[in-house]
Structure formats: C-alpha cells, structure tokens
C-alpha cells in the first residue's frame, strides 16, 4: 500500500445523491403561507412563473421548487450535489452530503423531517484510465434485463448511454464527461463514466432500510448514505458483461456453451420455454462456466476505481498497492 489516490488537478471525479423529489405540505389557503415565502431566502427573487390555478414556481440553486397553493403542498426538485456544489462534477462526501441536507431545510426554513423522499438518485462518477465507450458497449444485462442504448446526442458518433428499467428502478451508466465536456470546462481531458441507480418508487430502499419514510434527514445520516454506497455495490456486481472468454480446460461442447452465453436472444428462450428441468440445468452450467471464466482471467480496471471511489465518498483514505 502506498500513496493516496491520484487526483487530476486536485479534483476528484465523484458524487453520492444526485437528483431528488422531496414532497412538503402546509394548510391550504393558510394567510400566513404568502408571509413564509416573503421570509424564506429560497423564494427571494426566485418566482419563474405564477398561474391562475394557485400554482408558483421557483428557481433556486439550481433546484425547482413548487407550491400548490390551493392543494397545500409543495414540491422540491432537482441535484442535490448541484445545490451544494453548482455543479455535480466533483467530491461529495458523506460530510458534505449532510452539510447541503442542514442548508436545504434552513433556506427553505422546514424541518429536514417534513421534506419526504419520493424519488431519488444514488450513484458515482468514476474518473476512469479510458475511454468508457467499449465498457459500455459490452453491458448485456443487469438481473436479466437487457440494457439498451439511448438515443445519442447529434454530435456523438454514437451511443452514450445505457439502461437497464425495472418496476421500481433504473440503472444507468453513460459517459458523463462526453456529455458535459462542452459546458464544464474541468471534464475537458477527463474520462468519467457515471454509474447510477435511479429510484422512481421508493418503496425498494423503504424495505431494506426498514423505515416507513424516507425524509431530508435520513438522507443526512451516514448510516443510510453507508447503506446507498452498499446498494450501489451490489447493482455494480450484477451487471453483466460481454468479456473475453478464457476456455482453459474446457470442452469443446463447454465452449460453445460459454459463447452462447452472451446471446441474450438464446438465453431468454431458455428461461422461457417448456423444458423447465433441462434448461434450469443447463443455464446452471453456463453460470458455473461464466465465473469460472471470469476467475481465471484479471479484472476489468474500472472495477478497482468503483471500489476506491466507494471508499473516498465515505472520506477513507484509498491506498492503492
């Protein structure tokens, strides 16, 4: 072990929670609703627009605030790590990550524990030694569900994103720096691939966490943002990969097994059709021949810096050997 993790420019390339939906309520047609929104430096010079129906808008650091006059409620949206930081390029620790939770609740003059959770987005940028494009397009599937690409920005000579869309959740990994390198000036000679996990139902953490709620606050304990950094760890390991194959000891019927394996088409079939009992056995075989394989060859290096990055977001210090 020697040395602390390199960072370009004295920059690290990393983040925690990014966008959010925090939900609030107070009385409907309350008098005093009008006087709290003159006092609260969240709204000061912050109205975008204002409609007949009793609905305001607000632009503020970089986060859209609503109210529902007549409903009695509001709406807070946007990067978390955007509010505290004006952008979301750079080291957000779980220090800081409290920090802009305390600040958010004093600017807007609420409790942490009256914003609640309904959306959120956990994730990592990882300041990777190349290009992420070939990672990319290798990514086949996360828990059986096949990635796919999105549609590419006009100047992109191709995809930049991929996706994997499940009931309650979304994984999404994509070239950060190609996407941002015009506007952010400190991605100009950076490589950075973003890895995320986008809640759109937040009964999934809700479970695991064994709240009933998710509130500002929780998301200030370091207990959940450890429990974030094990979410995002456990959803890395279960992307799977096109990779090169080593066929060591195997035979040939083995090796065309292993081959197969990465055509989603045959596998999905597979699982699917009336042969239950032989394909079970089969895709068995597969799984047993895929980590072997996987084991006699060494990992991908964009494997260590997810893990050295998980480490710097919880402020250890990384010691590479």
Known sequence: MCALLSRIGGISFFCMIDEVYLYFTFSPGSTCVDQWVHERPAFQEALIRRTEMGESQYRYRGLQIDLWWQQGRGRVKGSLHSFAQGHNCG?????????????????????????????????????????????????????????????????????????????????????????HRKVIPILKNSELLRFEVRFHRIRALLRPLKLALLTLADLADPEVLLHFCNILASHWKLCKRREPKDFTGLTSRQCDLLVAGDDLDLTDYLRKSKSVGWNAKRLCELKKLQTGSQSRRPPHPFEAVFQQTLLLIQEIDVMPC
């Not at 990592?124 to 290798?138: D, H, K, M, W, Y």
């Not at 549609?151 to 994509?174: R, S, T, V, W």
């Open 91 to 179: 080291l957000f620790t779980f220090t800081e990550v409290k920090a802009a939770c305390e600040q958010l609740a004093n600017d807007l003059a609420l409790p942490a524990e009256s914003l609640q959770v309904y959306k959120i987005e956990i994730g990592v940028n990882l300041r990777v030694p190349s290009s992420p494009g070939p990672f990319l397009e290798s990514l086949l599937t996360h828990k059986h569900k096949r990635f796919w690409p999105k549609e590419p920005p006009d100047d992109a000579p191709g995809p930049l994103l991929f996706y994997a869309k499940h009931a309650d959740y979304k994984i999404k990994l994509y070239d950060k720096a190609a996407y």
